[in-house]
């Protein structure tokens, strides 16, 4: 997930006014512009079958949910009792958007939902936060909206953070509620528009014009010797912080670019930070796991490499590969941005390449007999980095296997291990294999036996059958967004990618080729 610069390397209130400028809320023009992507139709059948699953997944972040807060837990055991007390952005963003997916697919009324978002929003905005750039902390109470000091479940030191990715999910999330529930459109535009995206970038970074940092800390940490005390970049204002100074997203295939993208779209951050990012590493950078190909072309004045990596190495697709080989780098953003429809000759190639290549490394290279390789719960315990190594850059891999069987592309291995796949990768691949990934999603249910009253569990181990017996709701909320988008026709996508929307983003991203 995270991405290092270093080459040897790879890691305001309700009313009307903006809390950190004090100016009236900008008009955000709501009407979708976008020509929807192919989303596979589905059949009566298939409409039921993901409209259940969506029904069992809310089940799981309704439980997730304090009463008193409307904040989602991070997690909850499979049997629906005793959630954690945690919750971050990413959470509270992933609850919103349900919720819209919900009503949308008949599981809760309209009533209900305006209810739901209307609770969050109103926690949200007596939560503390770094007022300044309107950016949340990492880490919050979900019992009263407190930031985390202590660990709820050991007492162990918590420094709060403000993280750039988690943000982006959390942003994206709120311009969905805008457009999507007239009700709570102005809290939610009270809470994004005060966000300052640019208050991440460093416009010194080696890749010009810039690049996003992992985030800041609000005060000094004593653990950490790489930080960079700095006033807020770009004329955010406020008192110094922190900046995480050897950690910037700098890789095109990572969930990270939503935050480029909120800030293309606000005018914060400029369109060739898009192409600052990496496709693949030069070719001169040789301790690469796999030699990449391509040609350099020059977009908004960024020279970009434009690298693949073919899998299988002999005779396979041309993929350009994320960090660490996952399915949510490369294709959660993918839930909100209509990627594919506004940038075919890039993302519309690249994302049925990288789910086809997965599918093949589990059916076929592997033999796992099942796919869909991302972070997750860990069957063996705790959480877990799986992907496929052979698509990602990162040179000791993400694995898709308990025993970490590396892939080298001049000798690939000839066994792996326990393989462990995570149901909201299926779900995330479903608008670029409908058939493969429902079949792939009932085998996990009914032949591994991954599901209870609340969904799908979160991951299983092909071979050992081990289950995480625990619900995300990262995970379960990436669910919900799938299925939103391919039974409702682009559901999220719609409410996310308005006229403004496409205006900013997509002639920024629509020149790209991919050397696919």
Not at 172 to 178: M, P, R, S
Not at 320 to 347: I, K, Q
Not at 454 to 470: C, L
Request: hydrophobic residues 35%.
């Amino acid at each position: 997930m995270y991405q290092f610069s270093n080459p040897s390397r790879r890691q305001i209130l309700a009313g009307g006014t903006a809390i950190a400028a004090g100016l009236a809320l900008p008009t955000f023009p709501t009407a979708p512009a976008f020509a929807a992507p192919s989303v596979p139709t589905q059949s009566p059948a298939g409409r039921r079958q993901l409209t259940r699953w969506a029904a069992d997944t809310w089940t799981s972040l309704v439980a997730m949910t304090d009463p008193h807060t409307g904040l989602v837990s991070d997690k909850i055991p499979g049997t629906l009792t005793g959630r954690a007390h945690n919750t971050s952005p990413t959470n509270i963003g992933g609850y919103l958007w349900s919720c819209i997916v919900a009503r949308d697919l008949g599981i809760i009324t309209p009533g209900e939902s305006r209810k739901r978002i209307a609770q969050t929003l109103k926690t949200l905005a007596r939560m503390q936060h770094h007022t300044p750039s309107g950016m949340f902390y990492n880490w919050y109470d979900v019992r009263d909206g407190s930031v985390l000091t202590t660990w709820p479940e050991n007492g162990n030191l918590v420094r709060p953070f403000v993280s750039s990715v988690d943000m982006g999910w959390l942003g994206a999330a709120l311009w969905v509620v805008a457009n999507a529930d007239p009700s709570n459109r102005r809290a939610a535009l009270a809470l994004y528009a005060p966000m300052r995206w640019d208050v991440f970038f460093d416009r010194a970074f080696a890749r010009q014009p810039g690049a996003n940092y992992g985030g800041f800390y609000t005060e000094p940490n004593p653990d950490r010797t790489d930080l960079l005390q700095s006033p807020p970049l770009n004329g955010v204002g406020g008192p110094d912080i922190w900046y995480t100074a050897n950690h910037h997203y700098d890789t095109a295939v990572s969930e990270a670019r939503m935050v480029n993208y909120l800030g293309i779209i606000r005018g914060q951050i400029p369109g060739g930070a898009y192409y600052a990012t990496w496709r693949t590493f030069p070719p001169d950078w040789t301790w690469q796991e796999t030699p990449p190909t391509g040609e350099t072309r020059t977009y908004l004045g960024v020279d970009v490499y434009e690298g693949v990596y073919r899998y299988p190495y002999a005779d396979g697709l041309h993929v350009v590969p994320g960090w660490g080989g996952s399915m949510f780098e490369e294709l959660m953003p993918d839930l909100f941005v209509p990627e594919a429809a506004w940038a075919p000759r890039s993302w519309g190639k690249n994302h049925p390449n990288h789910v086809a290549s997965q599918i093949y490394h589990g059916m076929e290279d592997a033999r796992y007999g099942y796919w869909g390789f991302s972070p997750s719960n860990d069957p063996y315990g705790g959480y877990r980095e799986y992907g496929v190594d052979a698509l990602g850059l990162k040179p000791d891999g993400y694995f898709s296997d308990e025993e970490n069987t590396n892939y080298d592309p001049l000798k690939p291995p000839t066994s792996y291990g326990d393989g462990v796949v995570t149901p909201h990768a299926s779900f995330l691949a479903m608008p670029y294999a409908p058939a493969e990934a429902t079949a792939n999603l009932k085998g996990i249910q009914h032949e591994l036996g991954a599901y209870g009253k609340g969904g799908f569990y979160d991951a299983v181990g092909t071979r050992s059958g081990k289950i995480a017996e625990w619900h995300l709701s990262l995970d379960q909320s990436m669910i919900m967004g799938a299925i939103g988008n391919v039974v409702t026709r682009n559901g999220l996508r719609r409410y996310f990618a308005t006229h403004s929307v496409e205006s900013a983003l997509r002639p920024v991203i629509s020149p790209e080729r991919f050397s696919i």
